[in-house]
């Protein structure tokens, strides 16, 4: 069974006088546009960040209240993400994730959703991450874009870190799941090392890619060949990689 698509949306000084479901409370444009695309039975998951209660499941029963998204408030729920991790029903196996807010509210949706990988919650690999951008109008139209056919809106996110560092899925000549050899001062004593791209990101440094290297250590002493090295990638800056290939998952998922 395919999951449905995520969708991030901002909560509206605009909301109804009583107490309703997150997904019917809120009135404003961008709301407007998300209901008037939705079709029966294909609907996608909703979580609201709203300013007076952070992340909640587009079910959860609000009432009305009168609070704004300001610094200070995003101070506090970009530094307490985790009783949002347990409370809020993020659907399982979601790859598809549209982020509707700007401002101070994409900042906190993209931590989250940093934080939703780094928690297993959401998959490592494989995610397509899309934003809205430009005028209002702009964003309703991509919203109901989204909403109407997930797959026509560009996704060039592959995930964040649990800062917001965007992470993209093509930059800089490379691709997710590229084969790779390190150049320059890169190269030691051994020789080059080859591995795979895992993330393409704006470091510190600039442009930077976080590549899972080939484990080339020698047998152990008996002859056995060692277990497996699971780790995270080591973060290389762009300039000290070739391009060697594309990798083979890389190469199944775009056909």
């Not at 404003?28 to 939705?38: C, F, I, P």
């Not at 996704?155 to 050899?181: E, M």
């Not at 047998?219 to 060949?225: D, E, H, R, S, V």
């Amino acid at each position: 069974m395919v999951a449905r698509p995520l969708i991030l949306m901002p909560c509206s000084g605009m909301k109804l006088d009583r107490p309703s479901p997150a997904r019917d409370l809120y009135q404003g444009v961008m709301w407007q546009s998300l209901r008037s695309n939705q079709s029966v039975g294909a609907s996608p998951h909703v979580v609201v960040l709203s300013a007076q209660h952070g992340f909640v499941d587009g079910s959860t029963v609000l009432e009305p209240y009168d609070r704004k998204l300001d610094e200070s408030r995003a101070h506090e729920l970009y530094y307490g993400p985790d009783p949002f991790l347990k409370s809020v029903r993020w659907p399982a196996g979601a790859t598809r994730i549209l982020i509707a807010g700007g401002g101070l509210y994409r900042h906190l949706m993209r931590a989250m959703v940093g934080a939703l990988i780094a928690q297993g919650k959401l998959a490592r690999s494989g995610l397509e991450i899309s934003e809205v951008a430009g005028g209002i109008g702009m964003q309703r139209s991509q919203l109901g874009q989204f909403v109407r056919n997930p797959d026509s809106v560009p996704s060039p996110y592959a995930g964040y870190h649990q800062n917001g560092t965007p992470c993209l899925r093509q930059a800089w000549g490379l691709t997710v799941g590229d084969s790779v050899r390190t150049t320059g001062v890169y190269v030691g004593k051994a020789g080059p090392k080859d591995g795979v791209v895992e993330e393409l990101f704006v470091g510190p440094g600039g442009p930077t890619v976080s590549v899972v290297f080939d484990d080339d250590r020698p047998p152990l002493a008996n002859g056995k060949q060692r277990s497996p090295r699971h780790c995270r990638g080591a973060w290389v800056q762009v300039a000290f990689l070739k391009r060697t290939g594309r990798h083979a998952v890389v190469e199944q998922l775009s056909n």
